[in-house]
């Protein structure tokens, strides 16, 4: 018997102002225990809408939006979704408002109802995670655009979520710090979306791969192992490309 999901969308349609067609058109979507989902597609396919919509941050026009099995509308019950699930956003300068880091990543805890002593040794928990030990000091409008993307993430991480919705969470990274991001995600045990259009770091991450196309989420998106002449730094020496072959729900 499948688990209940944790989030749900259906039916959902979304509008944005002016626009000649919607975004999402009646698109259904479910995330279980577990479930590490890669989303992927174009720009302006829809796949950052639809984590706004399932956060609350954007609302549909038609359709429900269900959280532990329940439907939330308002500002109210979408709290609650938001103490549950983690939402990293693709622009780094959006998410982080304090001016040192150690205030930024400690802002979700204490929103939680932690102590200061206690939302302050998890930010430095989060920072150290992500190898971020010794930045708590620092002004965070000075950082370089990875180093916010990892404190946007630190901060997310540090409210202890039950899920991760995480909008291009490598961008601006280095291979290093990418590598440790695949790791840190494999170790969380946590159900995930991921949003990327780095293939590599998406197959290494996503057990289910999705796309959304006219409005509604393609269950059956597939990676397929294929030949192709290909370049890139220290290319000559033995290496490999990990692909995982996986589509849709199981049945």
């Known amino acids: 018997m499948a688990s209940e999901a944790l989030l749900e969308l259906s039916g959902i349609s979304f509008v944005y102002p002016g626009a000649a067609r ?51 509308r308002t500002e109210k019950e979408f709290r609650a979704v938001r103490q549950g699930v983690g939402l990293l956003l693709q622009n780094a300068d959006d998410q982080i408002i304090y001016p040192t880091v150690l205030d930024d990543v400690a802002f979700g805890p204490l929103n939680r109802g932690l102590s200061r002593a206690a939302a302050r040794q998890a930010a430095e928990a989060a920072l150290n995670l992500l190898g971020l030990d010794g930045f708590g000091d620092r002004l965070a409008h000075k950082l370089s655009g990875g180093e916010k993307k990892l404190v946007s993430l630190a901060g997310v991480l540090a409210m202890e979520p039950e899920a991760l919705l995480l909008d291009e969470p490598t961008n601006g990274l280095d291979p290093e710090t990418r590598d440790r991001i ?42 397929v192992l294929h030949e192709h002449v290909h370049g890139h730094p220290l290319g000559n020496l033995d290496h490999r490309h990990e692909v995982e072959d996986h589509c849709g729900p199981q049945a």
């Open 22 to 72: 919607p975004v999402l058109d009646r698109l259904d979507f479910d995330l279980r225990a577990g479930e590490r989902i890669g989303l992927y597609g174009p720009n302006g396919s829809g796949k950052t809408t639809m984590l706004h919509v399932l956060m609350g941050l954007l609302r549909p026009t038609a359709g429900e939006v269900r959280f532990r099995g329940r439907v939330v």
């Open 182 to 223: 695949v790791g840190i995600l494999g170790r969380l045990g946590k159900p995930y979306v991921v949003i990327s259009h780095d293939w590599d770091f998406l197959a290494r991450v996503a057990q289910r791969f999705c796309t959304i196309e006219h409005g509604r989420l393609n269950r059956d998106a597939r990676f």
